[in-house]
């Protein structure tokens, strides 16, 4: 029995038991994370949009000022 089936099985009953979902492990694919976590490219852009957001937020309290 496959996981979507489990739970269509477990929410839909009449005495639905959540227990299980205790015992459910969710993992992360390690390699991709630490891809992301060390691209520089990723960075770079995440830091120039931010600085954009910045920017943006100042001149949204400067109109409000007005």
Sequence with gaps: M???RIITVCV???????RWLT????????PILKKLK???E????IKK?????LEQR???AE???R
């Design 23 to 30: 015992k459910l492990k969710v993992q992360a694919d390690a």
């Design 58 to 60: 100042f001149m949204y």
């Design 12 to 18: 839909h009953s009449e005495n639905p038991d959540f």
């Design 49 to 53: 949009l931010e600085k954009e957001l």
């Design 2 to 4: 496959d996981a979507s």
């Design 42 to 45: 990723q960075e770079k852009i």
């Design 38 to 40: 060390n691209d520089s």
């Design 63 to 65: 109109i409000q000022r």
